[in-house]
């Protein structure tokens, strides 16, 4: 039979509603995937060789640019990084709830953006948000204001949403007074109703027969859902201190990709991401997020991929219901930061971006000059990981037209929610069947 | 086509972090009421369809920093009727225009394993160097409110209101008090670009310079005031603008010093 003999070429050159540039590449001889390729060619911008011979206090805001779309992310690895090369530790106290209360209007903002605007157009058959508005106006605009939400929070505590101006290494600038803080509420209440209703009707999209099992990578925190800190740990057993990172993961530098490739030693590659954070710490949510999703027919581990948009919308009901409980606790410090004195080490900071675990660390001279800086985005940390759930999902669907394949393929990557910007440290999606 | 069909709008990306056109999208209160207005054409991070060109108004995000991109950026130029660059990137090179100071290869080194897989040009350079620009809107990242006021001044034929100005009148007009003179601390809010809203002295820090130099800045004249040394000053030039020009003769006088 020819269809067996036949080479099939599925691709896209520019992938959509992914953040950065990249592309895919599948090729299929008959009914067998040959070769998978996530392609980022999003050009280099060589972070970590222009932060040498800067100064410590410089990389919250340097960093920032990595990535406009999670530079809390990045700010908030990097101070911590920092803090850990001069032994100090904000680990509990009102700057240390200011950084997460920040860190949560990134999530609520990143993965409203996420959900409505670039993930949910796939399940409803529109080609963006605004086509899908054309239809559901009432739906779009309420994921819109949903992310105005989390984008006033970054506004009020770091000066914008875009790159804040008030992260420094110790702590802020200028910490809010608690009445800038308590007019958010209305506002982030609404957000909280409509990440409930986003859970209730996303559960009920309908979802591709797809189980992956990759080995879940997260941090976890004792004192709740991991966002700004935490002990790196999968469900394979691993469970290190972010200064072990190097012990255990490796980067590789592939070809076809202007992203490193991560993967754990002697296994190989793992998740991370919204999946592996609600496998390994649904237990620590707050108990709407854990009712909303108990409701909505959401168990731990979700190993469908596709079901991520689920997972988001859960940890937009935590984010937005934590940034609650953290304004109404809230009592002004006396000082914004605490006195950070550079000194000759190195350290290491792991947070949990919107999209996955970032790792930073740094070697610093005595004055505090940045000697050696490496930083690993969530996405080329997924990217191994990315391409094998392609390849499964190829292989589960060969029946469809090349169109729907196509279509499918990209739905495959954009479930990760890929940065490709950060990672370039991502993924031209061709579909090769010759 | 003539007829009182929507104008069309392209928004494309070279090499950048996407922050500034996440901005499009941060308009939460009035980006299906601009699709109303405008035919949103091509914009790869929002839509998965396209429409060919020619397209009305282009906005352009990053900087040109391999050949296959200043190639793509004559495209571009030919495919739009107006082309607006937006953030310090697109206007200025951005930061990775740092590396126009420094040793490429060696740069590709520290970040790569194989720097064979890794083609790039030499410097990163402003969309201006490569084709003419009809308007250019600093910040790193842009202010929304300043990108919507450029396309309502498209539609509606005039010149958008986009003040040249320095930080300090923005801040004299927010009534913060003035970080350098009550605290000493060092500020580059004199030679910065409008536009940001003075965020920085009101969170009681000096201006960073990332909207870049206003019309007709004295570096000099800051810089003596500064009490800073030549090395910082270098450093405090070259971040998000250190392309631009005022900037870049700035850190270049005090890395001779």
Same mark, same amino acid.
């Given at each position: 039979?020819?269809?067996?003999?036949?080479?099939?070429?599925?691709?896209?050159?520019?992938?959509?509603?992914?953040?950065?540039?990249?592309?895919?590449?599948?090729?299929?001889?008959?009914?067998?995937?040959?070769?998978?390729?996530?392609?980022?060619?999003?050009?280099?911008?060589?972070?970590?060789?222009?932060?040498?011979?800067?100064?410590?206090?410089?990389?919250?805001?340097?960093?920032?640019?990595?990535?406009?779309?999670?530079?809390?992310?990045?700010?908030?690895?990097?101070?911590? /990084?920092?803090? &850990?090369?001069? %032994?100090?530790? @904000? *680990?509990? +106290?009102? $700057?240390?709830?200011?950084?997460? #209360?920040?860190?949560?209007?990134?999530?609520?903002?990143?993965?409203?953006?996420?959900?409505?605007?670039?993930?949910?157009?796939?399940?409803?058959?529109?080609?963006?948000?605004?086509?899908?508005?054309?239809?559901?106006?009432?739906?779009?605009?309420?994921?819109?204001?949903?992310?105005?939400?989390?984008?006033?929070?970054?506004?009020?505590?770091?000066?914008?949403?875009?790159?804040?101006?008030?992260?420094?290494?110790?702590?802020?600038?200028?910490?809010?007074?608690?009445?800038?803080?308590?007019?958010?509420?209305?506002?982030?209440?609404?957000?909280?109703?409509?990440?409930?209703?986003?859970?209730?009707?996303?559960?009920?999209?309908?979802?591709?027969?797809?189980?992956?099992?990759?080995?879940?990578? /997260?941090?976890? &925190?004792?004192? %709740?859902?991991? @966002? *700004?800190? +935490?002990? $790196?740990?999968?469900?394979?057993? #691993?469970?290190?201190?972010?200064?072990?990172?190097?012990?255990?993961?490796?980067?590789?530098?592939?070809?076809?990709?202007?992203?490193?490739?991560?993967?754990?030693?002697?296994?190989?590659?793992?998740?991370?991401?919204?999946?592996?954070?609600?496998?390994?710490?649904?237990?620590?949510?707050?108990?709407?997020?854990?009712?909303?999703?108990?409701?909505?027919?959401?168990?731990?581990?979700?190993?469908?991929?596709?079901?991520?948009?689920?997972?988001?919308?859960?940890?937009?009901?935590?984010?937005?219901?934590?940034?609650?409980?953290?304004?109404?606790?809230?009592?002004?410090?006396?000082?914004?930061?605490?006195?950070?004195?550079?000194?000759?080490?190195?350290?290491?900071?792991?947070?949990?971006?919107?999209?996955?675990?970032?790792?930073?660390?740094?070697? @610093? *001279?005595?004055?505090?000059?940045?000697?050696?800086?490496?930083?690993?985005?969530?996405?080329?940390?997924?990217?191994?990981?990315?391409?094998?759930?392609?390849?499964?999902?190829?292989?589960?669907?060969?029946?469809?037209?090349?169109?729907?394949?196509?279509?499918?393929?990209?739905?495959?990557?954009?479930?990760?929610?890929?940065?490709?910007?950060?990672?370039?440290?991502?993924?031209?999606?061709?579909?090769?069947?010759? | 086509?003539?007829?009182?069909?929507?104008?069309?709008?392209?928004?494309?990306?070279?090499?950048?972090?996407?922050?500034?056109?996440?901005?499009?999208?941060?308009?939460?209160?009035?980006?299906?009421?601009?699709?109303?207005?405008?035919?949103?054409?091509?914009?790869?991070?929002?839509?998965?369809?396209?429409?060919?060109?020619?397209?009305?108004?282009?906005?352009?995000?990053?900087?040109?920093?391999?050949?296959?991109?200043?190639?793509?950026?004559?495209?571009?130029?030919?495919?739009?009727?107006?082309?607006?660059?937006?953030?310090?990137?697109?206007?200025?090179?951005?930061?990775?225009?740092?590396?126009?100071?420094?040793?490429?290869?060696?740069?590709?080194?520290?970040?790569?394993?194989?720097?064979?897989?890794?083609?790039?040009?030499?410097?990163?350079?402003?969309?201006?160097?490569?084709?003419?620009?009809?308007?250019?809107?600093?910040?790193?990242?842009?202010?929304?409110?300043?990108?919507?006021?450029?396309?309502?001044?498209?539609?509606?034929?005039?010149?958008?209101?986009?003040?040249?100005?320095?930080?300090?009148?923005?801040?004299?007009?927010?009534?913060?008090?003035?970080?350098?003179?009550?605290?000493?601390?060092?500020?580059?809010?004199?030679?910065?670009?409008?536009?940001?809203?003075?965020?920085?002295?009101?969170?009681?820090?000096?201006?960073?310079?990332?909207?870049?130099?206003?019309?007709?800045?004295?570096?000099?004249?800051?810089?003596?005031?500064?009490?800073?040394?030549?090395?910082?000053?270098?450093?405090?030039?070259?971040?998000?603008?250190?392309?631009?020009?005022?900037?870049?003769?700035?850190?270049?006088?005090?890395?001779?010093?």
């Amino acid at each position: 039979m020819s269809e067996t003999s036949r080479t099939r070429t599925i691709r896209t050159d520019y992938l959509a509603r992914v953040e950065g540039e990249g592309a895919m590449f599948v090729k299929l001889d008959g009914r067998e995937v040959s070769e998978v390729k996530l392609r980022l060619y999003e050009p280099p911008r060589f972070f970590e060789a222009f932060l040498r011979g800067r100064s410590f206090a410089e990389v919250p805001d340097i960093t920032a640019r990595i990535c406009g779309i999670c530079p809390v992310a990045y700010q908030i690895s990097s101070a911590r /990084a920092m803090e &850990d090369a001069c %032994g100090v530790r @904000i *680990d509990d +106290g009102p $700057i240390r709830d200011l950084r997460r #209360l920040l860190y949560c209007g990134e999530w609520i903002e990143s993965h409203s953006l996420h959900v409505y605007m670039l993930h949910a157009p796939d399940f409803l058959g529109y080609s963006s948000a605004i086509e899908m508005a054309r239809d559901h106006r009432e739906i779009v605009e309420q994921g819109l204001q949903m992310k105005k939400a989390g984008n006033a929070l970054m506004t009020v505590i770091g000066g914008r949403e875009v790159h804040p101006i008030n992260v420094r290494v110790g702590g802020f600038y200028r910490v809010p007074a608690p009445a800038e803080l308590r007019v958010l509420v209305d506002a982030l209440e609404r957000a909280r109703e409509t990440a409930v209703a986003t859970v209730r009707w996303t559960s009920m999209l309908e979802f591709p027969d797809v189980e992956i099992e990759p080995e879940h990578v /997260a941090l976890v &925190d004792p004192d %709740g859902y991991p @966002i *700004d800190r +935490g002990r $790196i740990v999968s469900d394979h057993g #691993l469970d290190i201190e972010p200064a072990e990172f190097d012990e255990h993961i490796v980067e590789e530098h592939v070809e076809h990709s202007t992203a490193l490739h991560a993967r754990l030693r002697r296994r190989g590659s793992y998740l991370t991401g919204p999946l592996a954070r609600y496998s390994l710490a649904s237990a620590a949510m707050r108990a709407l997020a854990r009712e909303t999703a108990r409701e909505a027919g959401l168990s731990a581990p979700c190993r469908n991929p596709f079901q991520s948009i689920v997972v988001r919308a859960v940890e937009l009901v935590q984010a937005t219901d934590e940034a609650l409980a953290l304004i109404d606790a809230y009592e002004q410090p006396d000082a914004a930061a605490v006195e950070v004195e550079p000194r000759r080490a190195v350290g290491h900071g792991a947070t949990e971006a919107p999209r996955g675990m970032l790792y930073h660390r740094y070697e @610093i *001279d005595e004055d505090g000059t940045i000697l050696d800086a490496r930083i690993v985005p969530p996405t080329s940390q997924n990217q191994r990981a990315i391409e094998e759930d392609l390849r499964a999902v190829v292989q589960s669907s060969l029946d469809l037209s090349d169109e729907e394949l196509t279509l499918r393929c990209e739905q495959a990557i954009r479930n990760h929610d890929p940065c490709i910007s950060c990672s370039t440290h991502f993924l031209d999606l061709t579909v090769d069947r010759g | 086509m003539d007829a009182p069909g929507k104008r069309t709008l392209a928004v494309w990306k070279f090499a950048s972090c996407d922050g500034c056109q996440l901005s499009v999208l941060d308009l939460e209160d009035e980006l299906l009421s601009l699709a109303d207005h405008l035919e949103i054409a091509y914009f790869i991070e929002a839509s998965s369809a396209t429409v060919e060109g020619p397209y009305d108004v282009s906005l352009v995000e990053g900087s040109i920093t391999t050949l296959h991109d200043a190639e793509r950026i004559r495209a571009v130029r030919e495919s739009s009727g107006t082309l607006i660059t937006i953030g310090a990137c697109a206007t200025a090179g951005g930061i990775q225009a740092l590396r126009n100071f420094a040793d490429v290869e060696e740069f590709s080194r520290v970040v790569y394993a194989s720097p064979d897989y890794i083609s790039t040009l030499t410097t990163s350079t402003p969309i201006s160097a490569h084709v003419n620009v009809d308007f250019e809107l600093n910040g790193c990242p842009i202010n929304k409110r300043q990108l919507l006021e450029v396309i309502s001044a498209h539609l509606n034929h005039r010149r958008p209101r986009v003040r040249a100005h320095s930080v300090c009148v923005e801040c004299k007009r927010r009534g913060t008090v003035c970080v350098m003179v009550a605290q000493g601390t060092a500020c580059l809010g004199p030679v910065t670009h409008a536009g940001c809203g003075a965020i920085c002295p009101a969170y009681d820090r000096g201006c960073y310079g990332c909207y870049g130099p206003k019309e007709t800045p004295n570096t000099a004249s800051l810089d003596a005031w500064s009490g800073l040394e030549d090395q910082d000053l270098v450093r405090k030039y070259r971040t998000f603008n250190a392309g631009a020009e005022a900037f870049k003769r700035a850190s270049e006088a005090h890395e001779r010093n």
